[in-house]
C-alpha cells in the first residue's frame, strides 16, 4: 500500500507467496523487462528456509552453483527476517543475496536483517528508506506529490444496512469455505472438536491444552510432521474493549453494516454486509503489537494535540531511538491498548483500514500420526500469557486462547500444511528427539508411527527422546503415553526438571551426559 501511494501510476506493485509463484519462468521475465523484486524470507530452526520456500531456495541455489545467469540483469532487494539468539541468524536472507547475484542477478541495496530479539519493525523501518532511494535510481521514479504517509490513512466506507437479509449477514459472519477441496486458509475445513483436555495437574500455573480436530468428511490426508493451520476467534470480551473504544456512530455490535472500499483505497476486501461483531471476532487482530503506521493512523483522531503529537513522534523515530520500544512495552501493547490509553476513538471505517490488521491463521505442528488417528488431527498447545501495559491486564495468545475455550462439539475452520519434517524413511536408522515442553508435539506423532511400524513387524532402529518441564507433578505432559512407548521399546525416555533438586536440569545437561553415545549414533555409516 505504501509502494502504490508513494509512486501512483509509475508502479504498480504485486505481493505474491513464493508457494504459488511461477519463479521459474516469472523471475527471467521479470529480469527481461528491467523489473525489480523485493523478497523477504525468514530463517528459522537450524538455518532453515520456512517450508513453503525450500523448492524456491533449492532451485535458486543449484543455479547458482552452475553459473547459469538465468536471472542475469534482474534487480534485486533482499530483506531477511530472524533472530539473533540463534547461531544461524538470517541465514536464508544471506545465502539468497548470494545466490541471486550468481545467477546474474543485480543488487539495488544492501542487504536488509531484522532482528526478532530486538526491533525487527525499526529494522525493516530503517532499510526500507533505503529500498525507496534505490528504488527510484533503479526504476526512475519520483515520489508522489502526498505519496508520504497516505496509506496510513485508508479508510473503509461504512454505512447501516437495516435491511441487508439476516441470512446474507449470518453468512458472512464465520470464515468457512465451499465445503469442498482444496482446503486453504481462504477456504477452510470446517471441523468438529472431538475432545479439549487439561494436559497440565491442578497445582501447575501454567496452562497446556490436548486439542483433537475431526476430519471426517473431508477427505484431508496428513502425514506424520505436518502442520495445522487453526483460523481463531478473539475473545468475545476483547471485541466488546474494541468497540468501546470506537466511535461507532450510533452503529451496535450486531447492527447490520456494509463495508466497501472507496476507489482511491488499496485495502482488501472485507464481507458485507455483516455485523461489527462478527468482524471483530473472526476478521481483524485485536491483540497484535502496535505498529508505527498504526500509530499515525491514531493521531489523526486522537482529542487532544500534544497527545497527537507524541504519537507522531514515536511513529517517525529511527531504528537508534529506543522510545518506540519503551514507550509501548517491547512490543506487547495493542492499538487498542492505545486507543483507551491515549484517547483516540476512530471510525470503524478507519479502524478496520488502518488501525488494525487482518486475523492471520496460526499453526500448530500436528503432535498425531495418521498410523494411529487418520480421521483426526491432534494439536497439543500451552496457553500464552504475559503482563499487559498500561493496567490492561494480561496479554493471552489469540489462538490459544481460543483454543482454550473450546468444547466437544464445537465448529473450528482448520487446514493442513505439509511440512518436510520426517521420520526417516529407513524405521532401523537410530533417531535423537529434543522436546521439551510443548516441543514434544511432532515427536508424539513419531512415537505413534514407530509403534505402528513395529506393530506391523518392522525392526526399529535406536531412539531416544529427551523431555524436560519445570516440575515432574505438575508439567509433565503425556507422561503415561510416554512411559508406554518406553516399556514397548519404542523409544528410550530422558526426562530433566528445571525446579526439582538444588540445581536446575536441562534438556541439555541430558545430552551432554549421552553424548558420546549419541555421537556414535549420528557418525555411524550403514
Known amino acids: 500500500k505504501e509502494l502504490a501511494a508513494r509512486y501512483e501510476k509509475q508502479v504498480?506493485?504485486?505481493?505474491?507467496?513464493?508457494?504459488?509463484y511461477d519463479y521459474e519462468e516469472r523471475l527471467p521475465a521479470a529480469a527481461a523487462a528491467g523489473e525489480a523484486v523485493v523478497l523477504l524470507f525468514a530463517t528459522y530452526g537450524d538455518g532453515d528456509p520456512t517450508d513453503d520456500a525450500m523448492d524456491f531456495i533449492e532451485w535458486l541455489s543449484a543455479e547458482a552453483e552452475i553459473?547459469?545467469?538465468v536471472v542475469r540483469g534482474l534487480k534485486f532487494a533482499v530483506f531477511g527476517l530472524?533472530?539473533?539468539q540463534y547461531e544461524h541468524f538470517n541465514a536464508t536472507g544471506k545465502q539468497?543475496?548470494?545466490?541471486l547475484a550468481a545467477a546474474g542477478g543485480e543488487a539495488i541495496v544492501k542487504r536488509g536483517e531484522g532482528d526478532d530479539d530486538a526491533d525487527i519493525e525499526a529494522d525493516f523501518a530503517d532499510w526500507r528508506e533505503e529500498l525507496w532511494t534505490a528504488l527510484e535510481h533503479s526504476l526512475d521514479v519520483s515520489l508522489a506529490e502526498g505519496g508520504v504517509g497516505t496509506a496510513a490513512s485508508a479508510a473503509y466506507d461504512v454505512a447501516s444496512a437495516p435491511e441487508a437479509a439476516a441470512a446474507?449477514?449470518?453468512e458472512a459472519a464465520v470464515p468457512g469455505g465451499r465445503g469442498r477441496p482444496p482446503y486453504t486458509e481462504a477456504n477452510p475445513f470446517v471441523s468438529t472438536v472431538l475432545s479439549r483436555r487439561e494436559l497440565h495437574a491442578d497445582g501447575s500455573d501454567r496452562s497446556c491444552m490436548h486439542v483433537e480436530f475431526d476430519l471426517g468428511g473431508s477427505n484431508l490426508r496428513y502425514s506424520t510432521g505436518d502442520h495445522v493451520g487453526v483460523l481463531p476467534c478473539n475473545d468475545p470480551a476483547l471485541v466488546e474493549r474494541a468497540a468501546a473504544a470506537m466511535d461507532l456512530d450510533g452503529v451496535g455490535l450486531d447492527d447490520a453494516i456494509t463495508v466497501a472500499v472507496p476507489e482511491d483505497a488499496d485495502l482488501p476486501l472485507l464481507p458485507s454486509p455483516v455485523t461489527l461483531r462478527a468482524l471483530l471476532t473472526h476478521h481483524v487482530d485485536l491483540t497484535g503489537p502496535v505498529r508505527r503506521s498504526q500509530l499515525l493512523a491514531l493521531a489523526s483522531c486522537c482529542a487532544d494535540d500534544a497527545t497527537a503529537n507524541e504519537l507522531r513522534a514515536h511513529a517517525a523515530a529511527k531504528?537508534?531511538?529506543?522510545?518506540?520500544?519503551?514507550?509501548?512495552?517491547?512490543?506487547?501493547?495493542?492499538?487498542v491498548d492505545v486507543m483507551l490509553a491515549c484517547g483516540c476513538r476512530p471510525s470503524i471505517g478507519l479502524f478496520l483500514g488502518s488501525v488494525v490488521g487482518r486475523l492471520a491463521c496460526r499453526f500448530f505442528s500436528i503432535s498425531s500420526s495418521p498410523k494411529a488417528h487418520p480421521k483426526a488431527v491432534h494439536v497439543t498447545a500451552a496457553l500464552v500469557r504475559e503482563d499487559k501495559p498500561y493496567n490492561s491486564g494480561q496479554l493471552e495468545g489469540v489462538c490459544t486462547h481460543y483454543l482454550s475455550r473450546l468444547s466437544e462439539g464445537d465448529r473450528v475452520a482448520i487446514f493442513l500444511r505439509q511440512s518436510a519434517f520426517r521420520l526417516p524413511r529407513d524405521s532401523s536408522r537410530p533417531v535423537v528427539m529434543v522436546g521439551p515442553g510443548t516441543g514434544l508435539a511432532p515427536f508424539r506423532g513419531f512415537l505413534q508411527e514407530r509403534a505402528a511400524a513395529q506393530?506391523?513387524?518392522?525392526?526399529l532402529g535406536p531412539a531416544v527422546l529427551f523431555f524436560g518441564c519445570r516440575r515432574r507433578d505438575h508439567d509433565f505432559i503425556y507422561e503415561e503415553e510416554l512411559r508406554e512407548f518406553e516399556r514397548q521399546g519404542v523409544m528410550q525416555l530422558e526426562v530433566a526438571f528445571s525446579r526439582e533438586g538444588k540445581a536446575k536440569r536441562y534438556v541439555q545437561h541430558a545430552l551432554e551426559e549421552r553424548g558420546a553415545e549419541l555421537w556414535e549414533w549420528i557418525a555411524k555409516k550403514k
Open 319 to 335: 531504528g537508534d531511538d529506543h522510545s518506540f520500544k519503551l514507550k509501548y512495552h517491547d512490543g506487547k501493547a495493542s492499538a
Open 67 to 69: 553459473e547459469s545467469e
Open 96 to 99: 539468497l543475496y548470494k545466490d
Open 168 to 170: 446474507a449477514v449470518a
Open 455 to 459: 506393530a506391523a513387524g518392522s525392526t
Open 82 to 84: 530472524g533472530n539473533r
Open 12 to 20: 504498480v506493485p504485486e505481493v505474491v507467496d513464493i508457494d504459488g
